[in-house]
């Protein structure tokens, strides 16, 4: 008998221990969530979790409810777990913290260290330990590929040679740009770029004037998809002839949104299209050959 | 009435002055900037990087200035003229609104992107249909209460319906882009800019700046003025279509930029003897003087963030306005 209740558990763990009626009401716990569990245990997730654009999960999602993200539409679910983000769902979340069901809020990534950190967090709370842990080492290893001189995407980047880096820019609506300590600038030291908004001593996110701009002469410039696709009432983002006429080799690079609208596994893809950009460039194109060759 | 202790000055030396002023104030504007270098250097060097911000960020922008900063100074003073009413403004007055209503809605349709020019039309109709409205609600001898709940009522509806689409806009990045444009900005324009409003704006002015003598014989009184041979009905349409040109087309291009055309003529009109004639064309200077002041006080004024233009102008026109209406209560109560 001991035997038996000894070996019933541990074949069960990982899918029977964890809470089995999870909700997200954040896009970018959708996205964790469904990495880490099956779509079974799911019982409600935010209705961009299926749209293609936006999320990457969304095959996945394909069978989970979707809810509004209101506190009926959570009770509704019956959660044994809610799971949301920092800056969604307010009202919401601080409604649950004085119920029974647990609550776990996440903060915005500002690195793959704080991905690591979440993805962690989650597979605790839902009982994957083991797999989490194996999604961390694939983006460590994909990292670690995509740019050697780094180690392993942990901590600060050790670049090999700061002087030949490409110096890249991301640019958002109304000139909004990410300094230091943004996902977007994670992003672009893990591809081998040097931010020029944080050479410009920028802090999370500033703007930078079109004057500045040009005269940082940026190598690349990086867009995510959504905000090269959407139109400004002041007409296309970067469509300034300044820009043009002062900037005539600068390389625009598109990144689709949905791999950094959230820290999750994809976002390595993000880092994949920049360094690509950067090998491609004339600039790198001695230092970067190498490393190639190297790995 | 009160002895004025400002005297009126002749024309001449009015323009001469405010002239000068508009003179300085544009080499001011194309000079101040994100970068420090010599004009001198960038007009020498005509392919360096200075030389393509002189020529393609700097003086589009300060053209813009002069362009909507007379529009505005100018409609403030037709409109103050024409409604014999002091407190009249196309801010206050909701035509300001209603022209930032009809070019997010051009904005949000997508009409945009079938013919850009489409912009400052939205602009514009949203602008006539807000002069419309205050004509119907006000009537043309309104007192300054009616005409001011008229304007209320009118910003109310125009800022519920740009309110609207704001809520119905998918794109996060173009709610965000709309509400920085509300404010009221010259950054970053262009040429295309410039040349996009320009004949609007053109018309615009022609159609006001004919109104000069009709709005000194309708300062005398509507008989008067009719028994001078002023068509009241036509000077009407060219006030309203005059308005809605110029300030339409300003608006969709730069934002709504508050309480220019309620400063400017105030300030000015002792100087030209209170004669809503002259005060035309002071004004239209003086509007451009003063847009191009604040936009370099904008740009001078250090923070990571750029002041908008519009923000700028309503912290220094509010009081103004409040100051105005204490003057005022008087004749109110």
């Not at chain 2, 405010?18 to 020498?44: E, H, P, Y």
Request: one cysteine or more.
């Amino acid at each position: 008998m001991p035997g038996v209740s000894k070996a019933e558990p541990s074949s069960s763990e990982p899918r029977d221990s964890g809470p089995q009626r999870i909700v997200s009401i954040n896009l970018c716990t959708d996205e964790l969530l469904l990495r880490l569990v099956t779509p079974d245990r799911v019982a409600g997730m935010t209705k961009f979790s299926d749209d293609p654009e936006v999320s990457t999960v969304a095959k996945l999602s394909q069978g989970v409810r979707k809810i509004p993200g209101n506190i009926e539409s959570v009770l509704a679910c019956e959660p044994d777990l809610v799971l949301g983000g920092r800056f969604n769902g307010k009202e919401t979340l601080h409604f649950f913290r004085y119920s029974d069901i647990p609550v776990l809020i996440f903060d915005v990534a500002k690195s793959f260290e704080d991905i690591y950190g979440d993805i962690r967090r989650l597979a605790d709370a839902v009982g994957e330990r083991q797999k989490g842990e194996r999604i961390i080492r694939e983006m460590q290893e994909d990292l670690a590929e995509l740019n050697p001189g780094t180690t392993h995407g942990v901590g600060p980047f050790q670049h090999p040679v700061l002087e030949g880096l490409n110096r890249a820019v991301f640019f958002q609506s109304d000139n909004y740009v990410p300094g230091e300590g943004t996902f977007e600038n994670a992003v672009m030291e893990a591809a081998g770029f040097r931010n020029i908004a944080a050479e410009l001593g920028i802090r999370d996110y500033g703007r930078i004037d079109l004057e500045r701009l040009i005269d940082a002469r940026p190598d690349v410039i990086i867009y995510s998809s959504e905000q090269r696709n959407s139109k400004t009432v002041r007409g296309e983002v970067l469509g300034h002839p300044a820009i043009k006429k002062a900037l005539p080799d600068v390389r625009i690079v598109t990144i689709p949104t949905l791999y950094l609208s959230c820290g999750s596994p994809v976002s390595v893809e993000a880092v994949r299209i920049l360094a690509k950009a950067a090998r491609a460039s004339p600039l790198g194109v001695g230092s970067s050959d190498s490393l190639r060759e190297d790995s | 009435m009160k002895k004025n202790t400002v005297k009126e000055v002749s024309p001449f030396w009015l323009y001469v002055v405010l002239g000068t002023l508009l003179l300085a104030a544009f080499l001011g504007s194309v000079s101040v900037g994100a970068l420090k270098f010599s004009l001198w250097d960038a007009l020498c060097h005509p392919s360096s990087g200075f030389s393509f911000i002189l020529w393609d960020i700097r003086l589009p922008r300060a053209l813009l200035g002069l362009l909507v900063g007379a529009t505005l100074g100018l409609a403030g003073a037709a409109m103050q003229g024409f409604l014999r009413n002091p407190l009249a403004e196309p801010g206050i007055l909701g035509v300001t609104g209603g022209a930032a209503l009809g070019a997010v809605a051009v904005f949000y349709t997508g009409l945009i992107s079938i013919f850009p020019m489409m912009l400052p039309i939205g602009g514009i109709l949203g602008a006539f249909v807000s002069v419309i409205l205050l004509y119907l609600f006000a009537g043309a001898l309104a007192g300054i209460q009616t005409l001011i709940l008229a304007g209320v009522a009118i910003n109310v509806i125009a800022f519920a319906g740009t309110s609207l689409m704001l809520n119905l806009v998918k794109d996060p990045y173009a709610v965000l882009d709309i509400v920085f444009w509300q404010m009221g900005s010259l950054a970053d324009r262009s040429f295309e800019h410039v040349f996009l409003i320009l004949p609007f704006v053109l018309a615009g002015w022609c159609m006001l700046l004919w109104d000069g003598r009709a709005l000194e014989a309708l300062s005398l009184g509507e008989e008067t003025a009719l028994s001078l041979g002023i068509s009241l009905g036509s000077l009407r349409t060219r006030i309203v279509l005059g308005a809605a040109l110029c300030v339409g087309a300003s608006v969709a291009v730069c934002g709504s930029i508050g309480f220019v055309g309620l400063i400017v003529p105030h300030l000015l009109r002792p100087l030209v003897g209170y004669r809503p004639g002259r005060l035309l064309g002071a004004s239209a200077l003086g509007g451009a003087v003063l847009i191009l002041c604040s936009d370099i006080a904008v740009r001078m004024v250090p923070s990571l963030m750029e002041l908008k233009l519009g923000v700028v102008t309503s912290l220094l026109g509010a009081p103004f306005f409040l100051f105005l209406i204490f003057r005022l209560r008087k004749k109110i109560l």
